[in-house]
T-cell receptor, first 115, second 111 residues
Framework: DGGITQSPKYLFRKEGQNVTLSCEQN?????MYWYRQDPGQGLRLIYY???????QKGDIAEGYSVSREKKESFPLTVTSAQKNPTAFYLC??????????????FGPGTRLTVL | QQPVQSPQAVILREGEDAVINCSSS?????VHWYRQKHGEAPVFLMI?????EQKGHEKISASFNEKKQQSSLYLTASQLSYSGTYFC????????????FGTGTKLQVIP
């Protein structure tokens, strides 16, 4: 079955530690995204990538980093510079086409808690 | 800047109708609608494109007023399964792949 997997579902880290969240898709989608979700604030875009080896900052990129070395994978690193990293993180992918307008497919999410 | 959704929350009895609105201050190419159940991933409902094209579920209806940069999602004869948080997402430039989501509308359907 095609889809997006994120691991782990729950993650606990100590303050000051970097942590990497995994996102893998087998939908053959070019575009991939990372969102952060906090209560009452909807989905805020952290980073997105339209093709391999290329990515752009979203609205809240500070304190985060990404890589896109393979089409299927788009890992997100939450660095110690992120002041309030505790949140629910969602990864998504979509086909890439010039005219746009494609739905995004979301993974199940990772709930990160920094102690 | 995030699109603005209204209302922020609504409670319906089964069978009642609801309208959720999404408004942007910028010109839009498309509007997306998703529903999220608590603790789960958002699920696609519909996309409305500039020019009138729509993609999505047959039982969900929505409108897109390009001139006013507004979209509305119409939920008719609501069922318990409609409960969740509804998000609109806006795309300003065709092909740029960037979607900005609103803060959500929490919908609860009660028996």
């Amino acid at each position: 079955d095609g889809g997006i997997t994120q691991s782990p579902k729950y993650l606990f880290r100590k303050e000051g530690q970097n942590v990497t969240l995994s996102c893998e898709q087998n939908l053959n989608h070019d575009a991939m995204y990372w969102y952060r979700q906090d209560p009452g604030q909807g989905l805020r875009l952290i980073y997105y990538s339209q093709i391999v080896n290329d990515f752009q900052k979203g609205d809240i990129a500070e304190g985060y980093s990404v890589s896109r070395e393979k089409k299927e994978s788009f890992p997100l690193t939450v660095t110690s510079a992120q002041k309030n990293p505790t949140a629910f993180y969602l990864c998504a992918s979509s086909p890439r086409e010039e005219r746009g307008g494609h739905e995004q497919f979301f993974g199940p999410g990772t709930r990160l808690t920094v102690l | 800047q995030q699109p603005v959704q209204s209302p922020q929350a609504v409670i319906l009895r089964e069978g009642e109708d609801a309208v959720i609105n999404c408004s942007s201050s910028k010109a839009l190419y498309s509007v997306h609608w998703y529903r999220q159940k608590h603790g789960e991933a958002p699920v696609f409902l519909m996309i409305l494109l500039k020019g009138g094209e729509q993609k999505g579920h047959e039982k969900i209806s929505a409108s897109f007023n390009e001139k006013k940069q507004q979209s509305s999602l119409y939920l008719t004869a609501s069922q318990l399964s409609y409960s969740g948080t509804y998000f609109c997402g806006t795309e300003e430039v065709a092909g740029y792949q960037k979607v900005t989501f609103g803060t959500g509308t929490k919908l609860q359907v009660i028996p």
